[in-house]
């Protein structure tokens, strides 16, 4: 089983950058894909980002495409996501997530998520 962490987030103002981190716990972090995905209060839960088990597969949402760069050291068990040119719509809960298959679907663990504010 893994446990998960976000942090990194907080209030930026459009146009500025944020990096979220996910920290996992147990030695079997790297051999799970790792996602993040977000969420606005009322709306479904949306994919962002995955990366597969040793960082070198990656796939991004259109809407964060060229803008997102999701990362990963498995050596120290973290998962980031790097994200410029902020806009007020990637204002959301941030959730990182860990499983067995490389497919936003795929996903078996989740942490509780961190919240991003984007100021216009």
Known sequence: QVQLVESGGGLVQA???LR???AASGRTFSTYAMGWFRQVPGKEREFVALIGRIGYSTYYADSVKGRFTISRDNAKNTGYLQMNSLKPEDTAVY???AGQSFTPRGMDYWGE?????VSS
């Open 95 to 97: 959730y990182c997530a």
């Open 113 to 117: 998520g961190t919240l991003v504010t």
């Open 15 to 17: 146009g500025g950058s």
């Open 20 to 22: 979220l981190s996910c």
